[in-house]
């Protein structure tokens, strides 16, 4: 399985979720792969950051707004920002490759403005992060 799905396959298990009030397990089937899992638990373990992020970022809109397979997008495409080192045994994808992996799912499953809306964020949190080094 590619990369690609399984990015999706981690925003589709935190989409199912949060829609439906499950733990990340039980949206997993027996044969998931590490990197689908590693992405939702890292998500998981710092999603109270990752929102307040997507809050900071998100200018005129409250988190609650933003739909959640948007909300899910975000997610990943910024611990995949913030936290691709503790993917164990893979090699981090570059900035610009996570913002562009969670534009193209944008592009491929959400509404005609999600895809600038999730740019716009994450670019936003990685021109912060990079004037903060």
Not at 44 to 58: K, V
Not at 71 to 91: F, Q
Not at 99 to 112: L, Q
Request: proline residues 5%.
């Amino acid at each position: 399985m590619r990369r690609t799905e399984q990015r999706r396959a981690a925003v589709w298990a935190l989409y199912q979720s949060d829609l439906l009030g499950r733990t990340l397990e039980e949206q997993f089937a027996g044969d998931t792969h590490a990197f689908t899992r590693s992405l939702a638990q890292l998500v998981g373990e710092h999603q109270d950051e990752l929102d307040e992020l997507i809050r900071s970022h998100a200018t005129g809109w409250s988190l609650e707004r933003i739909a959640p397979l948007e909300r899910s997008i975000l997610r990943v495409g910024l611990v995949e920002l913030l936290y691709a080192d503790a993917i164990p045994g893979e090699r981090p994808i570059p900035p610009e490759g996570a913002i562009d992996e969670a534009v193209e799912t944008a592009k491929r499953f959400c509404g005609a403005n999600a895809p600038g809306f999730i740019n716009g964020i994450l670019g936003s949190v990685l021109r912060e992060r990079v004037s903060q080094t």
